[in-house]
């Protein structure tokens, strides 16, 4: 009985991390969705050579579409990698000669020795949590639960009847 209300405890902690850190990825996805909607991919960059339109395309699915299936919990392990690509991208491609922390940034722009203050770090908080998602899976309160528990119920058949219906 301990063990059915650990799990229980530990699916409320997935739930509160896929919908805090979804919701936040969500809200930068909906930047990107309206850059792409507006035709604006000439103001977004080309960190791995696909050409700006595609590359909008690619992280507004990710950072919007991924996200969304992250917060409902539908193909959450599946969902997550590609926003885990996308940051990885960022952090390392796009931000590649960025400082590593924010506070490092901030201060190199406000002593004048950079034009930005941006930094590696946000990409980094949002790949990690995803990566953790995409190992742990989305926990008992979400959708692939709620499917693959009908999916089980399906293939077992009636109760008393463990392997299904009997193929003739």
Known sequence: METERG???TSVGLLVLRVGVGGFMLSHG??????LLAGQSDQFGDPIGLGAPLSL???AFAEFGCSLLVIIGLATRLAALPVVFAMGVAALVAHGGDPWSAETAAKA??????????????????????????????????LDRLIW??????????????????MA
Do not use: C, H, N, Y
């Open 149 to 166: 528990s009908r999916l089980r119920a399906r293939r077992s058949g009636p109760p008393g009847q463990a392997d299904g219906p009997a």
């Open 109 to 142: 722009f406000l002593a004048g020795t950079s034009k930005t203050w941006f930094s590696k770090e946000p990409a980094l908080l949002f790949l990690i949590p995803f990566l953790a998602l995409a190992f742990t899976g989305a926990g008992r309160v979400s």
């Open 7 to 9: 799990q229980w405890i």
């Open 57 to 59: 395309a690619l992280v």
């Open 30 to 35: 909906v930047g990107k969705v309206r850059m």
